[in-house]
Structures are given as structure tokens and as C-alpha cells.
């Protein structure tokens, strides 16, 4: 599976974005995608994720009640929806996709898209 993440910028704080994430398969439907991100000099934090089954999101506790994800498995698309940004936000967003049922550790996921950046000035 190939995947393609797009939406970054830079914004101010408070201020919102949406991250896309395309794959190339229609197996897309299969998998539980997640969103990580990573900031200069820190290791790759989990995000974000949505089960296949649509109906199990997972967040970690800093982007709760700020951040949504979601998908379209018409258009093999995932999206993360952030609003209310904080500097703390910026980061690298990498985008991928798994198989298994661990979802909120990198090493659990197959598959990674190329990353976006998200920069949030104060």
C-alpha cells in the first residue's frame, strides 16, 4: 500500500487544518490507519487512529477534543482534522496503515506515507 499525505502548513495558533492521506489500494478499507508525528530532536508520537470498521478512534491525550480523524473508504482516503492548534502541535505528520490490532505503536504499522509539515507559530 502506498500512501500519500498532504495538508500541511503553517498556521497560527488556534488556528485549524486538515491532513489528508491517499492510498493506492482498494484494500485501503482493510486496514486501521493512524496518524504519527514527529518533532526535531524527539521520537515518532502516535497521533490518531480510526479502525476499519469506522466506528474505533483512538487519540492520544494532548490532541483530544481538538483532533478527529477520519475516512472515506470510497475515496481510500484517511483525514485528521486539528483545530485549535498550539505550537506544541508542530511537527512532521506521517500518515500509515496496519493490519494488526496494535494501533498506537509505530513498530505495529506496514505501511508509512512520506510526511507533512505542520508548523504553528504563537
Known amino acids: 500500500v502506498q500512501l500519500q499525505a498532504s495538508g500541511g502548513g503553517l498556521v497560527q495558533a488556534g488556528g485549524s487544518l486538515r491532513l489528508s492521506c491517499a492510498a493506492s489500494?482498494?484494500?485501503?478499507?482493510?486496514?486501521?490507519m493512524g496518524w504519527f508525528r514527529q518533532a526535531p530532536g524527539k521520537d515518532r508520537e502516535f497521533v490518531a487512529a480510526?479502525?476499519?470498521?469506522?466506528?474505533?478512534?483512538y487519540y492520544t491525550d494532548s490532541v483530544k477534543d481538538r483532533f478527529t480523524i477520519s475516512r472515506d473508504n470510497a475515496k481510500n482516503t484517511v483525514y485528521l482534522r486539528m483545530n485549535d492548534l498550539k505550537p506544541e502541535d508542530t511537527a512532521v505528520y506521517y500518515c500509515?496503515?496496519?493490519?494488526?490490532?496494535?494501533?498506537?505503536?509505530?513498530?505495529?504499522?506496514?505501511?508509512w506515507g512520506q510526511g507533512t509539515q505542520v508548523t504553528v507559530s504563537s
Open positions: 500509515a496503515a496496519t493490519s494488526k490490532t496494535s494501533y498506537s505503536t509505530a513498530l505495529g504499522y506496514s505501511y
Open positions: 489500494e482498494d484494500s485501503f478499507g482493510d486496514y486501521t
Open positions: 480510526i479502525h476499519w470498521n469506522f466506528i474505533n478512534t
